[in-house]
């Protein structure tokens, strides 16, 4: 046991030392570069704010993202090219035509419920007393991965022939109101839309959380006097509160999409991408990993960034508006 | 750290403290180091293994090899992750890679050995092999005519678990040909009784227990030369023999009479496929020796009057003598540090393979662990199999296939066979279509 | 914000009657609930009923076994976890710490710079940051592995060194850090941006630099935002597997709780496992 507590003690005094280290270096940047002045002022600071960002993303992301791009030219192993045989294998294989149905419907759908669903209940939150505790049972679900997640609601779609007892919650529920339970991850395409609000379930409480914090920050002056004005409930909220969140609302179905992209681990807990549920994320995992498929992967990957471009565009536009208008 | 390092230490400082006082021969009492002479002492020495094995399975293995640890002084550190198949190339690849990695697929080992982090195996090793394995097992552990890995672990997939208890309850015998086995699916049909119980969920590798029966059928139906010809895919899933065993297997293991809900097969996960027998809520699975662990997670007892056991899947065509389906792990370096050598010697050696299978829960294909080393009665049913020189014996086919079929269209084809009704006509082309180019 | 009058009541007021408004939240809040319910009931059933008996009726026809958490939380023989989970737990907080303040500081820096310190292109840069969301963390694993390990090289000059961190903490911290800046500009720059002009004028006016505004304004001002991200950020980090799995091992000296539970999932039954990695979080976020 004593090595235990010694080896503790050492890992934690390698997170202080590490965070104190960060701060004590930001700090002495700060000082020593917050004495230039005049011309060289303003490029020394822009360097010292975005230099970190942009070293760590160099790295991080970019250089993979273009070492994806070529690869997805490439053959499995990566080491001859091949032109756009990747691309074309997608074209050709029927399985990928329902992974990029099933793609664009969890793009349409999940952020659109999350952020609705959250944005409803932001605003009710703000009418009810005792907020706190329903708001920390909804945000709950953020805490479990996702693979997690899909195991708790193994509990819910666990199906069970006719006769037996059935240990799923929601195949006793249909039974329970008289209907016949079905082997829901089997129907199609009634399964994506059950794997859908497994992560609708995860992730609705963070844009209730952000929408929650945005709404409240809505100053009450400019409420009161639309108030006065006349306006009342869906009109002020359509007029007054709603354009004053907008950002915020965007920021919550952006991150959606994203998240609704990326996500594979909740089809591949409770299906394996089995049974036409199928989506592009699961796919280029299973390529990369388990087929030791660079080159499709990799392909899979960059018509994932494709689909991302047109609410790149959007938010691009929007702000640019935005900008314009202040 | 490890209360159980710190009693190994007390109790190692007390002993030392009377060899010294008397002779040194009490010391050698607790550890017999001899079968270790061969070694050469290298404390403070450390190899990594990298494995998929989890616990329990880990802590076997550690005591199987705390022998050597403490006669050599090298500490093994293994570590397991049922993400090993996907983190392993990425560590070789990114340069993080262990020093030896117990491989199950034949076939991820060739895609290491393209990376050139794989280390050849050893003359030491190679000396071992040619020693305890036979030819075919070593040929898994060859790339391009190279010796690479030494077999490690064997799994014995022809074996269908059953339970004693209730097939004595109900009068039922076990059967000792195919067709004996089908007869008695139906006499447990018409007492309303499930036969055959099947799942082939599995996360991201939902599919291969129909991998397996499929396997199982081709190599009983046609022997070795076909089997081979169909893993090196000259014999395509399309050759009217490959889909006549496929056809078997559909009026096996999807006839409803005997398996119930044809469909709920395909989402039902391997682990609680089985769970049913003990309880007689099914009557028969087949699945590999490993199974009875999982069964035995429930408390049942395994065992030949037990609540579940397993008999030989028996062979459908009588010029296939002892058809039996396996799988194994390879010991894969990616070091030839001294004190990794060693250890790789040491875990091709029998003695390794023999403490091991004394722990229970084991097979080697290692000729030189004595059958009455085993203690678990599946066990030793399966090494009977395995050792039998008459065997006809196939490597687990879809580790074998490119992981695009293996791992990949096999998987989700089958699935798709079993769980959407899908034709074999259409399996067997989708499959063929997939298979890589090159 | 001083100049601001925060609302004191809901300006979506009469839009939803607070009666329906508490009826629909608490409905929703049962709802939400009821899978961890499962889970947590689950947990404490015996191995074999738990396939056998749903869990609502075991609620009501208890034969509860603490056995599976005894296990886990105390160690059992089994070589890896003769300290129990603890060891795990640990790794866990030191993994996830550094791995929260190091970027939000990096990215509420950049978000800063991107807002306030407005220069040619940065409209660009932060679109592109933006879009850098979108690459997948798989497949920036081995390059950056590659980088940890051996340096880059350009010809035989080193640009940058082989920094021999993989398997180490600092290994997880770097590409957790890496992998949080898109989202976490993202926002923090929304956030930011909307701080009022004026606030940033008058303390440019009064002399302050731009890092004098960073720390006295910006920062103080922006702690709403960055708590959300912070929460987002640690729960992304604590749930991770892949990235820990990839840059250390999966060894009790630095393996995170998530990933020894992954690999107890088949001693101990799943919801077991799991109900475990929660726990700490419903404490940390309340």
Redesign the interface.
């Known amino acids: 046991m004593s090595e235990f507590v010694s080896t503790t003690i050492t890992k934690f005094t390698s997170v202080f030392s590490a965070i104190a280290f960060f701060f004590i270096v930001l700090g002495i940047l700060f000082a020593l570069a917050g004495r230039a002045n005049g011309k060289k002022a303003r490029p020394i600071a822009l360097v010292i704010f975005l230099a970190p960002s942009l070293v760590l993303l160099l790295a991080g992301l970019i250089i993979p993202g273009i070492r994806t791009i070529l690869f997805s030219f490439m053959n499995p192993d990566s080491n001859d090219w091949v032109g756009f045989d990747n691309y074309t294998w997608m074209l050709e294989d029927p399985n990928v035509k329902t992974i990029m149905v099933n793609t664009i419907l969890w793009i349409l759908v999940v952020p659109i419920f999350t952020a609705a669903l959250g944005l409803l209940l932001a605003i009710m939150l703000d009418r009810i007393k005792h907020e706190s505790i329903p708001k920390s049972l909804l945000f709950m679900p953020m805490a479990i991965s996702f693979v997690g997640a899909s195991i708790i609601f193994k509990f819910v779609y666990e199906f069970r022939d006719p006769g037996e007892v059935q240990i799923g919650l929601l195949s006793a529920i249909v039974e329970f109101l008289g209907g016949t339970p079905k082997d829901w991850m089997l129907s199609k395409p009634l399964n994506t839309f059950l794997l859908m609000i497994i992560y609708v379930w995860t992730q609705m409480g963070f844009g209730m959380v952000i929408l929650s914090a945005a709404i409240k920050a809505v100053p009450a002056d400019i409420v009161e006097a639309s108030a006065l004005d006349g306006a009342h409930g869906w009109r002020l909220f359509r007029n007054i509160t709603f354009p004053m969140i907008k950002g915020t609302f965007i920021v919550v179905l952006a991150t959606g999409v994203v998240g609704a992209l990326k996500v594979f681990d909740i089809v591949r807990t409770m299906t394996g991408g089995n049974f036409s549920t199928n989506v592009l994320a699961n796919e280029m995992y299973s390529q990369v990993f388990v087929q030791f498929d660079q080159g499709k992967g990799s392909a899979l990957a960059v018509i994932l960034f494709l689909l991302l471009t047109p609410i790149l565009i959007y938010n691009i536009r929007s702000l640019r508006m935005e900008r314009s208008h202040s | 750290m490890k209360r159980k390092a710190l009693a190994a230490l007390v109790g190692a400082a007390a002993l030392s403290l009377v060899a010294s006082l008397v002779t040194t021969t009490s010391a050698s009492a607790a550890v017999n180091c001899d079968p270790y002479s061969g070694y050469k002492m290298m404390k403070g020495k450390t190899v990594t293994i990298f494995t998929s094995i989890l616990e329990p399975e880990l802590t076997t293995l550690n005591t199987a090899m705390s022998d050597f640890q403490a006669c050599t002084g090298i500490k093994i550190k293994i570590e397991g992750s049922n993400q090993f198949e996907a983190l392993l190339p990425v560590r070789v690849k990114g340069g993080n890679a262990p020093d030896l990695a117990w491989i199950p697929q034949p076939g991820l080992l060739a895609k290491l050995v393209e990376t050139g982090k794989v280390v050849p195996a050893p003359a030491s090793v190679v000396k071992n092999v040619d020693k305890y394995w036979s030819k075919s097992w070593k040929a898994y552990g060859t790339v391009k005519g190279k010796f690479y890995a030494a077999p490690f672990g064997s799994n014995m997939k022809s074996l269908v678990w059953y339970s004693p208890k209730q097939f004595a309850k109900n009068g039922y015998k076990v059967p000792s040909t195919f067709p004996e086995m089908l007869a008695l699916a139906d006499s447990m049909a018409a007492k309303g009784q499930i036969a055959f119980c099947g799942g082939l969920g599995s996360g991201g590798a939902t599919g291969w227990p129909a991998t397996d029966w499929v396997e199982q059928v081709v190599l009983r139906d046609h022997g070795s030369a076909v089997y081979n010809g169909w893993v090196d895919h000259s014999i395509k899933f399309s050759d009217p023999r490959i889909v006549s065993s496929m056809e078997k297997v559909a009026s096996w293991m999807q006839n409803p009479k005997w398996v119930g809900n044809v469909k709920g097969i395909a989402t039902t996960s391997f682990q609680d496929a089985g769970k049913g027998i003990p309880d007689g809520k099914c009557m028969m699975l087949q699945q590999a020796s490993f199974y009875g662990n999982i069964i035995a997670e429930s408390g049942a007892s395994i065992s030949p009057t037990g609540d579940a056991f397993a008999f030989y899947l028996p062979a459908t065509n009588s010029k296939v003598t002892v058809p039996v389906v396996g799988g194994g792990e390879f010991t894969t370096a990616f070091s030839k540090r001294p004190e990794v050598v060693a250890v790789q010697t040491y875990l091709s050696s029998a003695t390794f393979a023999t403490s091991r299978v004394q722990l229970d829960n084991w097979i080697s294909a290692n000729s030189g662990v004595p059958l009455a080393a085993y203690k678990n009665p599946v066990d030793k049913l399966s090494a009977t199999y395995l050792a039998n020189p008459k065997s006809t014996f196939g490597f687990d086919a879809s580790d074998l296939m490119p992981a695009a079929v293996g791992a990949g269209s096999m998987w989700r084809e089958f699935t798709a066979w079993f769980g959407e009704g899908k034709s074999i006509a259409d399996v067997v082309k989708a499959i063929d279509a997939s298979w890589p180019k090159s | 914000m001083s100049n ?15 009666k ?3 009826v ?3 409905v ?2 049962v709802i ?5 319910l ?2 947590f009931v ?1 947990s404490f059933k015996a ?2 009923e ?7 009726v075991s609620l009501f026809n208890p034969n509860f076994t603490l056995s599976s958490y005894k296990g886990v939380f105390f ?1 059992d ?7 129990g989970v ?2 795990y737990f ?2 866990s ?2 993994i996830t ?2 791995a929260t ?2 970027p939000i ?3 509420t ?2 978000a ?3 807002a306030w ?1 407005r ?1 040619r292109g940065s ?1 660009f ?3 592109f ?22 340096g880059a090289h350009i010809g035989s000059v080193t640009i ?1 060194p082989a920094l021999g961190i ?2 180490d ?2 290994g997880i ?3 957790h ?3 949080a ?3 976490a ?3 923090l720059h ?1 956030f930011i941006a ?1 701080l009022p ?1 004026d606030l940033m004028e008058a303390a440019h006016v009064d002399g302050a ?4 505004v ?2 006295m304004i910006v920062l103080p001002l922006s702690i ?1 935002g960055i708590a ?1 991200i912070a929460i ?1 950020q640690f ?1 992304w980090v ?2 991770d ?2 990235v820990a ?3 250390a ?5 630095v393996a995170p709780i ?2 020894k539970l ?6 101990y ?3 077991k496992a ?1 109900f475990i ?2 726990r700490p ?2 404490v940390i ?2």
């Open positions: 601001l009058k925060i609302a004191s009541h809901n300006p979506g007021r009469k839009l939803f009657s607070s329906i408004a508490t629909v939240v608490w929703t809040t939400w609930t009821i899978p961890t499962g889970l689950t191995d074999k738990i396939l056998n008996e749903p869990w609502w160690g023989s089994s070589e890896s976890l003769s300290n603890l060891p640990i790794n907080i030191v710490l550094p303040v190091f500081v990096i990215a820096m950049a800063y710079a991107l310190i220069f409209d840069i932060f679109f940051i933006f879009a850098l969301q979108i690459v997948p963390l798989q497949m920036a694993l081995i390059p950056l592995l590659l980088l940890f390990t051996g940058f993989a398997g903490f600092a911290w770097l590409p850090t890496m992998f800046l898109p989202l500009i993202y926002l929304n909307s002009r630099n731009h890092f004098k960073f720390r709403p959300a987002f729960m604590w749930n597997l892949l799995l990839t840059f091992s999966g060894t009790e000296e998530n990933s992954a690999s107890l999932v088949g001693q039954g799943s919801g799991l990695t929660q979080l419903k976020h309340q």
